[in-house]
């Protein structure tokens, strides 16, 4: 066997120790504060989902085989119906159509007209979409209306080609997408105030961060807000902005205000690049941490005997076998009690380990209870 010593690509370790120090530095000499626009959202706008489904057409040869997936020959002879073509289901077959479910997102405050993005796949065998034409297809909300219409030529992002002997494909052929493929036909109701109230949403609950939200907000607009939990912050808009035209002005003043958000201690730690990110309240108790390596390389040389001129003998292979240990020596390192993520980064630096070491490193002071942060491995 050949023990290989194996580095990680993505991350080295100086280009850690440089992020976290930078990190740490940054943090603790300015107040990073940031808007509420960028950490909250107002309770209500938020996009809906719309889906649907219909027929494409325009497929060469490549769509579901109608007389297994007998949908796609249900909706054609519907189809033809509606325009007056009398066509036995039995009297259909076709692989040039497909079967497939129209999905959207609808933005809050979208009116009729506006143009939404669509995604189209497949519901039966159908090989690929490419070159194919949705029909009109209408899409509807979890309460069955419809609010929008989607038809268009569809964009593939990909092809499959199959022989009988071989097969080529790239990406995946059996989902599409239309950009602006479908009307809004329907405004779906929404209102900022409920009541006489707004709520403001914290994306990443905490109740420091909800606290800090509620004394900028009441600097602002004395006693007009207070933290319902760790993710909602109730406002009450004095009585000028108490309208749904003047709420707006009042939302956007809210949204400028700057907050410093605060978040747990986390170690964040992904095994499969060998990248490690960590938060600047990261503490360590006293910890001893020693670290060594043992290489065990083999070195196999192949030689050639040759017998003497005019013998008996045979010329045969030799394998000529070589083995080398080395073992790293390392001195114990103290981590003091209370040190920051920086300055345990450099300890480890002088330690010289690789990502893969760091992490084994940090699973194993979680393990003796002494870093006081969450871990999590991905």
């Keep these: 066997m050949k023990y290989m010593h194996h580095r990680f690509k993505y991350v080295t370790v100086s280009c850690i120790i440089a992020l976290l120090f930078f990190s740490v530095s940054f943090c603790n000499n300015t107040v990073a504060a940031v808007r509420i626009k960028d950490i909250a959202y107002v309770q209500g706008v938020r996009d809906n989902q719309l889906y649907g489904y219909g027929l494409v057409t325009g497929l060469q040869g490549s769509g579901d085989n109608s007389q297994i997936f007998k949908v796609t020959r249900q909706l054609a002879v519907n189809l033809l119906e509606k325009l007056g073509v009398l066509v036995s289901e039995t009297d259909f077959f076709s692989r040039n159509v497909a079967a497939v479910m129209v999905t959207a997102n609808i933005p809050t405050f979208a009116r009729p007209g506006d143009k939404l993005d669509i995604v189209i796949s497949t519901l039966g065998d159908c090989k690929s979409l490419e070159g194919g034409v949705l029909l009109q297809t209408a899409l509807q909300g979890a ?8 038809q268009g030529a569809l964009t593939v992002g990909g092809f499959n080609i199959e022989g009988k002997a071989q097969s080529s494909r790239k990406n995946i052929t ?4 239309i950009t602006n493929g479908a009307i809004v036909e329907k405004e779906i109701q929404s209102s900022i105030l ?5 709520s403001i949403v914290l994306r990443d609950p905490d109740f420091t961060t909800a606290n800090r939200m509620v004394e900028s907000i009441n ?3 004395p006693k007009s807000s207070k933290a319902l939990d760790s993710a909602v912050v109730n406002i009450a808009p004095p009585q000028e902005f108490q309208t749904e035209e003047a709420v707006v002005q009042f939302i956007a003043n809210i949204e400028e205000l700057y ?18 990110v960590a938060g600047e309240n990261v ?4 910890v001893a941490v020693a670290h060594g390596n043992l290489s065990i390389t083999i070195t196999e040389t192949p030689e050639v005997s ?3 001129a005019f013998s008996s003998g045979q010329t045969k292979k030799l394998d000529r076998t070589d083995i080398a240990i080395a073992e790293a020596e390392e001195r114990l390192h103290v981590l003091e009690e209370g040190v920051t993520i920086s300055e345990v980064a450099r300890t480890l630096n002088v330690l010289g380990v690789t990502p893969r070491d760091l992490i084994s490193i940090f699973e194993a002071i979680k393990r003796s209870g002494a870093l006081h942060s969450e871990l999590v491995i991905m």
Excluded: F, M, W
């Design 174 to 177: 059996t989902t599409g997408y």
């Design 219 to 221: 600097n602002l607009y």
């Design 306 to 308: 040759q017998p003497n």
């Design 143 to 150: 309460d069955n209306e419809v609010y929008a219409v989607a």
């Design 283 to 286: 503490r360590i108790s006293t």
């Design 259 to 276: 907050v410093k958000p605060d978040s747990i201690a986390r170690v964040i730690i992904n095994e499969r690049t060998g990248t490690i």
């Design 194 to 198: 409920v009541g006489k109230s707004i």
